[in-house]
């Protein structure tokens, strides 16, 4: 875990806490904060942060950026596809860090006007690391910056009505596999994160219709 992670914004050691005191009570995990900036990231599995800490201004122009995403991977089939092209277009060689977590307000700007077919310039250029933040590990992140709140909460309600039995069902894995669309859609997800929960409940789906030994 990151020892001290400073805040973009005004360059002061940011707070490690559970995201219920953001999400007024709810948690969505733990988070690295800066209360007088209104700024925030998700944790890592390891307690460091997940990429860039975002404002309200940058967390609104990423909410707009997924929108635009999800329609590009309608457009190309797949968000794996639509994060290579991202990637090609910010001239950034690893897709994973062309998810909008991981940008700044510059770069998420850029990729908006690009994908919306009137880029002005050459990208901005990358930002793999928050100030004051050793580089993160890789691995499963479920961020806190959801791609509109309400949304976000009605998809865990059916997540939880789904959850409500011990056993595995239809219903549950479907209500998993909208949640893992949600988050990849606001970049909460990297495209790797994404296709590795998709191929567990796949996996799971199948284990559904073999039947059990007599």
Same mark, same amino acid.
């Given at each position: 875990?990151s020892?001290?992670?400073?805040?973009?914004?005004?360059?002061?050691?940011?707070?490690?806490?559970?995201?219920?005191?953001v999400?007024?009570g709810?948690?969505y995990?733990?988070?690295?904060?800066?209360?007088?900036?209104?700024?925030?990231? &998700?944790?890592?599995?390891? #307690?460091?942060? /997940?990429? =860039?800490? !975002?404002n309200?201004? *940058? %967390?609104?122009?990423?909410?707009?950026?997924?929108?635009?995403?999800?329609?590009?991977?309608?457009?190309?089939?797949?968000?794996?596809?639509?994060?290579?092209?991202?990637?090609?277009?910010?001239?950034?060689?690893?897709?994973?860090?062309?998810?909008?977590?991981?940008?700044?307000?510059?770069?998420?700007?850029?990729?908006?006007?690009?994908?919306?077919?009137?880029?002005?310039?050459?990208?901005?250029?990358?930002?793999?690391?928050?100030?004051?933040?050793?580089?993160?590990?890789?691995?499963?992140?479920? &961020?806190?910056?959801?791609? #509109?709140?309400? /949304?976000? =909460?009605? !998809?865990?309600?059916? *997540? %939880?009505?789904?959850?409500?039995?011990?056993?595995?069902?239809?219903?549950?894995?479907?209500?998993?596999?909208?949640?893992?669309?949600?988050?990849?859609?606001?970049?909460?997800?990297?495209?790797?994160?994404?296709?590795?929960?998709?191929?567990?409940?796949?996996?799971?789906?199948?284990?559904?219709?073999?039947?059990?030994?007599?």
């Amino acid at each position: 875990m990151s020892d001290t992670v400073l805040c973009p914004y005004c360059h002061q050691p940011a707070v490690f806490m559970d995201s219920a005191r953001v999400y007024g009570g709810r948690s969505y995990g733990m988070i690295w904060r800066c209360d007088p900036c209104d700024a925030h990231i &998700s944790a890592d599995k390891n #307690g460091g942060p /997940a990429g =860039l800490m !975002a404002n309200r201004e *940058l %967390r609104g122009l990423r909410k707009t950026l997924g929108g635009e995403i999800a329609g590009l991977a309608r457009k190309l089939g797949s968000f794996p596809k639509a994060a290579e092209h991202c990637a090609k277009l910010l001239q950034i060689s690893d897709p994973d860090k062309a998810s909008a977590r991981h940008l700044n307000i510059e770069q998420t700007r850029w990729l908006l006007t690009a994908l919306q077919g009137s880029p002005i310039g050459a990208p901005p250029a990358t930002q793999d690391r928050q100030e004051g933040q050793e580089e993160p590990d890789e691995g499963g992140v479920l &961020s806190v910056q959801p791609a #509109g709140l309400g /949304a976000r =909460l009605r !998809a865990a309600a059916r *997540l %939880r009505r789904a959850f409500a039995g011990n056993t595995d069902c239809a219903e549950r894995i479907a209500a998993e596999r909208d949640m893992a669309s949600r988050q990849l859609a606001a970049g909460e997800l990297s495209p790797s994160e994404f296709m590795e929960r998709l191929q567990r409940l796949q996996a799971r789906t199948r284990a559904l219709r073999v039947p059990a030994p007599a």
